[in-house]
């Protein structure tokens, strides 16, 4: 798909929003959690629908933390709801643009979760995902058009791909994370502001 | 908005000990367990008041201040307000007999977990050398609350408007198997038994004290039996890594309508197969 900017992509996600939840476009902020716009589960569910059909993307069905304990076992991520210091780097890896702040105390699970409802992390998430999704066929430069399931398809030759989804791409950050970054030093206490 | 009142409703200040009841019992979530004495389940399908006015009645300062600092649109301010009115009287109902009185709402705080599981604490919980589960939802303006006081037991309840228009949700909340189970249903309440089946993974998701955040299909749903309301639930790869103790096990939700809502009610005693 075109290349979208960061404005670009949160107008046309704002109004995916106003429309599910039936709010004033104004209302909708960067900073400003779905929830706290009145999302139920369900208006999350539509939300996702809608967005990966508007800006032709697989969204992941999980965060990254969810999927970084299935590859990297139970608590050496997060313990008892708190991320350790090896939860923190991981995530501070991931989320380069958050506030420094944030990972300097207790993280607690559910602020993660919180700022996975954040528009702003909507945002990025969907710009990321965007940029896996070719607006021109690789066979003979055609414009690419939206297909059956998640899939594209070239308009003048045919050539058809499948959208990679965005629970692998996590997956395959997590793996690379895991080899590059934790598993040389795994054992050794390193200090959380190593990583960024 | 059709009321989901079961019983009446005790009037405002008619109440012989104790401050004044918000919030009206709903049995029928708890209705199908056997210790349902131990449980308690509240609703309320309308702020009873002005919500600045029941936020004064119900809340502890300090929730005050989280309640007038939540930078959410109405809705979301008022079911959040609702849903602890009827937590802190389904805790305070629950404690009356142990306590030998009824707590003020003020007294009950409703604290999230680590994970973000809603907490009833307070100086209390000293005395009574335990605390109590609690699971609160919201929906469309309606807010339920259930509690339980058994040691070991989890709780969580779910709800969701059959007027919510999202049709095709189907398509990512449940897996082909499930998306079966779902056809094998009478085809007149083919929608309503997809919210119920939602319901209830939102239900077990609570209830476990983590959401679905291992993902919907990590909840999968092996039965559902028109006839009883009955959903059976197993964890798969995602939630199996947090819970390995349920590999295998069917873990039984109820599931019912209730005029314009579905709801799903599980209560799980933590080290039995249900």
Redesign the interface.
Known sequence: MPHMTESEVFDKFAQIVARSLR?DMA?IKPA??L????A????L??I??ETESQFHIFLP???IL?TA??VF??DILEK???LTDEGKRLMLCRMPDAAAETFQDKV???DL?SYFLKIGTWVRMIQGLAQYTPSECRACGGPMAASMGFRMKCVQCGEEITLRSGEELNREWVREYYDKEYHPHAGAPVPVTVVQ | MASLLIEPASPLGSTASGPPLLSHPWNAPIASWAHSGALVCRHLDALPCEPGELADLVLSHRERNYWISMRAVDKRRHEWLMGRCAAKEAVSLLLEKPLGARLPHAEIEIVPDPYGRPRAEGVWSVTLGTQPVISIAHSHGTAVALACLHPGQLVGIDLESLSHRCEDFEAIAFSPDERNLLAAMPRVSRQEWALRMWCAKEALGKALGRGLSAGLLAFHISRAEASTGMVNLELRAGALEHFPRLRGQSLTVYTARESDFVFAAVIYQQGAAE
């Open positions: 709010i209302q400003m959690h929830n706290d716009l009145g139920e589960s369900l208006d569910i539509e996702s629908m069905d999980k965060s969810e304990v299935d076992g139970s008892d709801g708190f607690a699970v559910k979760q």
